[in-house]
Antibody, heavy 118, light 108 residues
Framework: QEQLVQSGSEVKKPGASVKVSCKASGSTFTNYFFHWVRQAPGQGLEWMGIINPRGGNRTYAQKLQGRVTMTRDMSTSTVYMELRSLRSEDTAVYYCARDRVTHAFDVWGKGTTVTVSS | EIVLTQSPGTLSLSPGERATLSCRASQSVSSSYLAWYQQKRGQPPRLLIY???SRATGIPDRFSGSGSGTDFTLIISRLEPEDFAVYYCQQYGTSLYRFGQGTKLEIK
């Protein structure tokens, strides 16, 4: 069964960093792109960036440039999203999602809640 | 930068009725890269339509998508109780991805 399993909830202080993982199973890791999408409480979906596991190429949303890094571990079929210099506005549910190179997201993780609070 | 505007913001209908949701882009987008998602409270989004009109795996045929250029539409032909949710359109272009702000479909 194809699924994306994300790491657990995090609580961070302003200025700290958070790293969220997303492990893919049930399909060939390098056949897909992976995206990160976040959703602040009561708000819509915000695309954060994409990583291609095959070459490691990444593109980030301009708004997050300089604060976000996406990486992958080929040995465990896992992608990671690290967000630095956290602010209260970064409080959100963070989703990873798979893209079969159709540029649509066909499989989603259950989400990781990140709370930024002093 | 392309902006996707969804309308209406909220749509109040009864089960059995037809729902028409709109997604308008600020400039022309490729229909190959326009998708629709359904999201229920506390759940991740679910892909309904990709390539503007292709249903994703397991999506009932009461869901259909159409459109081109700047105007795209999601139609739910006969609403079932489980269809009441928030719907988002999403577009890809020039290495970037964008979502509309969502349409909430609520029970009248």
């Amino acid at each position: 069964q194809e699924q994306l399993v994300q790491s657990g909830s995090e609580v961070k202080k302003p200025g700290a960093s958070v790293k969220v993982s997303c492990k893919a199973s049930g399909s060939t890791f390098t056949n897909y792109f992976f995206h990160w999408v976040r959703q602040a409480p009561g708000q819509g979906l915000e695309w954060m960036g994409i990583i291609n596991p095959r070459g490691g190429n990444r593109t980030y949303a301009q708004k997050l440039q300089g604060r976000v890094t996406m990486t992958r571990d080929m040995s465990t079929s896992t992608v990671y999203m690290e967000l630095r210099s956290l602010r209260s506005e970064d409080t959100a549910v963070y989703y990873c999602a798979r893209d079969r190179v159709t540029h649509a997201f066909d499989v989603w993780g259950k989400g990781t809640t990140v709370t930024v609070s002093s | 930068e392309i902006v996707l505007t969804q309308s209406p913001g909220t749509l109040s209908l009864s089960p059995g009725e037809r729902a028409t949701l709109s997604c308008r882009a600020s400039q022309s987008v490729s229909s190959s890269y326009l998708a629709w998602y359904q999201q229920k409270r506390g759940q991740p989004p679910r892909l309904l339509i990709y390539g503007a009109s292709s249903r994703a795996t397991g999506i009932p045929d009461r869901f259909s998508g159409s459109g081109s250029g700047t105007d795209f539409t999601l139609i739910i032909s006969r609403l079932e109780p489980e269809d009441f949710a928030v719907y988002y359109c999403q577009q890809y272009g020039t290495s970037l991805y964008r979502f509309g702000q969502g349409t909430k479909l609520e029970i009248k």
